[in-house]
Each structure stands twice: as C-alpha cells, then as structure tokens.
C-alpha cells in the first residue's frame, strides 16, 4: 500500500495529514527520508519511523458518540466551526475518523474507531447495515405522503428510498417519523423530504445495526463493549470492498 495509507492504517493520522508530514521530510522508510507519500511500502515489514521514532499500530478503539446539532464531522474546518473532536478533548485516544458522515445539522448516534477495515465493511453497501433515524417534520403526512416516500424519490436523476417509513406520533403542526436506510447518499433524508416539499427541523440517529444511541449524554462518547461490537462480527467478517469503493472513514455520506 502507499506510504500515506500505511500511516493511516497504522493510527498515526488521516492520510491528508500523513501527506504533510511526508512532505516535511518527517518521515523515513528503512532509514531514508521519503518524500513520496504514494511509495509502496508493507507496515508489516518496513520500518516505518515518524521524526526518528517507529511507527507502530496503534490499539484499536471503536467509540460511540452522540454527535450534537451543529458540529461538522471532520478533524479541521476551514471556516473554523465546532468539529465532532471537540467532544472528544480530553480522551486518551489514538487518532480515530468517523465511520460516515452526520451532517452539521443532524445528530445522535456516530461511530469512530482507527480500524480501517472495520468501517469500510460497515460503510460498504453490500452490508446493508440499518441505520434509523427520528425525523421532526412541520408537516403532518397523510397516507398518500407515505406512500409516495416509501415508493421512493428521484432527485437530480437519483432515485431514493429508505428500507421503512412510519409515523411515531404527531401533534398539531408537527410529525415524527421514524425512516429506516440501509444505504446513505448524500442527505439522503433531507433531500427525499424536500423533493416532497416537507421541511426537517430536527434529524437524529438513533440506531446502527442492533447498536442503539440508548442514554448516552449529548457531546458525550463512550467505547463499544466486546458484545457491541460483536453485534457487527456478520458485517465486519464480509468480504471485503473492492479497492475502487467509495465506502470508508473518509466517506462524505450525510443525512
């Protein structure tokens, strides 16, 4: 693999930042400098060293975070707004990325680890893992809404669908809904319910796979158990993505 991804898989940094400090001339393979990122190098074999220190792996770590209303996934924003890594200041961690995407006005449940493989088979469409979300709506649907949602939406020449629509309650001008999707495109939700003229107010993950948000505090992250994670073992354990795939911690997937 390149020399940026191996620093990546290895849980130093993201590739970007790996770029950089290649750049730098920071970092040597088997006792030279390389410049190089795309180098070809085996971090099982190669001694890879970041500023004369030897990179090795990183643990593990597989985090589960309540992503608050207004904060971007990514490590560093240009226009200088709250990132997800503000709510983890003061952890112990390795460098973990997010496993998608919530965009900066959706919230709830968000995973982030520094295991590659494990993200890129729960983000590859194959898995088909579910994810549910309970959607705020000023509007109160009707059957025919329902039906039209549920048969899916063509928006810009893509069609969208979700796995499940249905109604949690509603009041006098409002709606819940709870909608179900085994895959994500961009906005997926936000942009089925717009093409029907229905505005979002509020967005939440609630669920991934068996995984539930449950009480975990807003801002707050916690470490899957062995039994959390095992619940994904039939996803994780699946053939692993073509190389050409879209799906992984850099995916840009938001609803």
Same mark, same amino acid.
């Given at each position: ?77 240009? !226009? ?10 003061? &952890?112990? &961690? ?17 995973? =982030? ?6 993200? !890129? ?14 959607? !705020? ?43 179900? &999707? ?9 942009? =089925? ?63």
């Amino acid at each position: 693999m390149s020399l940026c991804r191996a620093l990546s898989k290895l849980g130093l940094c993201s590739r970007k930042q790996a770029e950089v400090l290649v750049a730098e001339g920071r970092v040597k393979v088997a006792g030279k400098v390389v410049r190089n990122g795309s180098m070809r190098v085996d971090p099982g074999r190669d001694r890879i060293e970041l500023d004369d220190k030897r990179v090795v792996a990183e643990r593990k770590v597989y985090l589960m975070l309540n992503k608050p209303r207004g904060l971007v996934t990514t490590r560093e924003d240009p !226009q200088d707004r709250g990132t997800v890594y503000d709510s983890l200041a003061g &952890l112990d &961690l390795p460098f973990v990325s997010p496993v998608g995407r919530l965009d900066k006005a959706s919230e709830g449940l968000l995973l =982030m680890t520094n295991d590659t493989r494990f993200a !890129q088979r729960l983000l590859d469409p194959a898995s088909h893992v579910a994810k549910i979300y309970h959607v !705020q709506v000023a509007a109160l649907p009707d059957a025919a809404l329902l039906a039209r949602l549920r048969a899916g939406v063509t928006v810009d020449s893509e069609l969208l669908t979700a796995r499940s629509i249905g109604i949690l309650r509603s009041g006098t001008s409002t709606a819940w809904l709870e909608i179900t &999707l085994d895959e994500g495109r961009n906005r997926h939700i936000r942009r =089925m319910l717009d093409a029907c003229d229905i505005e979002v107010l509020r967005l939440v993950r609630v669920a991934i796979g068996r995984l539930q948000l449950g009480d975990l505090a807003k801002g707050k992250a916690r470490h899957l158990t062995a039994e959390e994670r095992a619940m994904f073992a039939a996803s994780a354990n699946a053939p692993e993505p073509h190389p050409n795939s879209t799906a992984g911690l850099t995916s840009r997937r938001g609803r």
